[in-house]
């Protein structure tokens, strides 16, 4: 009974950077961990990044470390992807996810995700 909506997906420029948010509803937002995805047209889901309940602890993939942050204002009940250093292969749909609290984040594992929003288009010219 989690509700997702992303926005903040557009068209940017190689280089260039964007931000994504993540908003949620319905159970308590700090009951879990949270991720982002992303997936391009013909491929798997991707895993991006992941951020413990609290917020103290994050993981990246190896794509987007150095590049990409993701945070979480659990006040606002909303998970942010702040994505910097933009590459074409970045291009994607980019979905927002809600697993169990303290250990989704750690696997970043799309199959240990439970809540899922409809995504955000990103796309990287060159």
């Known amino acids: 009974q989690v509700q997702l909506v992303e926005s903040g997906g557009g068209l940017v420029q190689a280089g260039g950077s964007l931000r994504l948010s993540c908003a949620t509803s319905g159970r308590a937002f700090d009951n879990y961990d949270m991720g982002w995805f992303r997936q391009a047209p013909g491929k798997e889901r991707d895993s991006v990044a992941a951020?413990?309940?609290?917020?103290?602890?994050?993981k990246y993939a190896d794509s987007v470390r150095g590049r990409f942050i993701i945070s979480r204002d659990n006040r606002k009940d909303t998970v942010s992807l702040q994505m910097n250093s933009l590459k074409p292969e970045d291009t994607a749909r980019y979905y927002c996810?809600?697993?169990?609290?303290?250990?989704?984040?750690?696997?970043?594992?799309?199959?240990?995700?439970?809540?899922w929003g409809q995504g955000t288009q990103v796309t990287v010219s060159a």
């Open positions: 951020i413990s309940w609290s917020g103290a602890y994050t």
């Open positions: 996810a809600a697993g169990p609290r303290g250990g989704s984040w750690q696997t970043l594992d799309p199959k240990d995700y439970d809540y």
